[in-house]
């Protein structure tokens, strides 16, 4: 059993619901003309997110769909903000400073494989074709931490509606920039750049895929993937790729960043399960960033119900692998 979290982590999720501050600051930003430099709502982000007038900005806060519950408080804006993995801007934690570098328009996402018609959008044109929503959603890093998030964005399934795929598609393959110019991390030549991810058809339309391009009732801070990332929460996070140029459809399983780089470590289905560890540390827990909190992990980090029954005829840990 989880339990309840203590009156701070209350009150971070009330600091997190659309109404009242997100839409106060998005009145004052449309009033003023330009980013909150001077609000101060958003901690330090409001002097580097907000001072570049982020083109979506109107889309925001989107409605929360109330079908996704936590069982747990939010993290801390400026907890996830200041701790995350994108090794494109290197590889540790602390990259927020460098992934300002990111240059995120224009922005186009280019759409191909086994489809009726390969097109290339814009993403401001995208996100604005896509119901927008909420979701409140919890992240399993394969690291064994773990943090909670009110993500924005689509179903993924909407994409793959607009993207008409031939019956003959099997995966949606996705891949991250490449640009070691901007992204310094990409320097480093021992990795498989670009980062892709993959995942199978039922998959990309299975409810709870989901495209994200906010969090926290804004357009997506750099950091988190900007403009464009996925969200996988039954699975490792690291299936959760980042800052989105390419979506392929494909006939046949890719291999993706990680699995290139170890694939004794990290298979393609990466389902979270307790039951099965790493080769190097154990994943039956996981440390809840900022509760200083250990808590047990959920076999398919607690969606089991809207995701297990994909891999049914999986025997095993080749489900979870
Ligand atoms: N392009 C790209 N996507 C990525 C990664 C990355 O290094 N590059 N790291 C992954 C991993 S391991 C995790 S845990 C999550 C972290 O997301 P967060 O920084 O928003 O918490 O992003 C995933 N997506
Ligand atoms: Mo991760």
Same mark, same amino acid.
């Given at each position: 059993m989880l339990i309840k979290e203590n009156k701070i982590w209350d009150m971070s999720e009330n600091l997190a619901t659309p109404e009242g501050a997100f839409l106060n600051r998005r009145e004052l930003m449309k009033a003023a003309g330009i980013g909150g430099l001077s609000l101060g709502i958003g901690g330090f982000m409001s002097s580097s997110a907000f001072a570049e007038v982020d083109p979506t900005a109107d889309l925001y806060p989107a409605k929360r769909n109330e079908a996704f519950v936590l069982d747990r408080g939010l993290t801390p804006e400026d907890v996830n903000l200041k701790y995350n993995n994108f090794y494109e801007f290197g590889s540790h934690k602390q990259i927020y400073n460098n992934? @300002? %570098?990111?240059?995120?328009? /224009? #922005?186009?996402?280019?759409?191909?494989?086994?489809? +009726?018609?390969?097109?290339?959008?814009?993403?401001?044109?995208?996100?604005?074709?896509?119901?927008?929503?909420?979701?409140?959603?919890?992240?399993?890093?394969?690291e064994a931490w773990s943090m909670t998030i009110p993500w924005s964005g689509f179903a993924l399934k909407e994409l793959v509606k607009?993207?008409?795929?031939?019956?003959?598609?099997?995966?949606?393959?996705?891949?991250?920039?490449?640009?070691?110019?901007?992204?310094?991390? @990409? %320097?480093?030549?021992?990795? /498989? #750049?670009?980062?892709?991810?993959?995942?199978?058809? +039922?998959e990309a339309t299975n409810d709870l895929a989901f495209m994200v391009t906010g969090a926290y009732g804004k357009p997506l801070a750099k950091q988190f993937g900007a403009p464009l990332r996925l969200a996988l929460p039954w699975k490792y996070g690291f299936k959760s790729i980042k800052s989105i140029v390419k979506i392929s459809f494909v006939e046949k399983?890719?291999?993706?960043?990680?699995?290139?780089?170890?694939?004794?470590?990290?298979?393609?289905?990466?389902?979270?399960?307790p039951k099965y560890d790493h080769p190097r540390w154990s994943q039956a827990t996981e440390r809840v960033l900022h509760t200083g909190k250990r808590v047990p992990t959920l076999i398919y980090n607690g969606y089991g119900?809207?995701?297990?029954?994909?891999?049914?005829?999986?025997?095993?840990?080749?489900?979870f692998f």
């Open positions: 992934a @300002q %570098k990111l240059q995120t328009r /224009p #922005w186009e996402v280019m759409i191909d494989g086994m489809v +009726e018609k390969p097109m290339t959008i814009g993403f401001d044109d995208l996100v604005r074709k896509m119901p927008l929503e909420e979701r409140l959603y919890r992240h399993r890093c394969v607009l993207a008409n795929p031939l019956s003959s598609a099997k995966f949606v393959k996705m891949e991250t920039f490449h640009d070691p110019k901007m992204a310094s991390g @990409q %320097k480093q030549a021992w990795y /498989p #750049w670009a980062y892709t991810e993959c995942l199978s058809i +039922e399983m890719p291999k993706s960043f990680w699995e290139t780089l170890n694939g004794s470590e990290y298979g393609f289905w990466a389902n979270v399960n119900d809207q995701v297990a029954s994909m891999y049914s005829s999986l025997k095993g840990r080749t489900a």
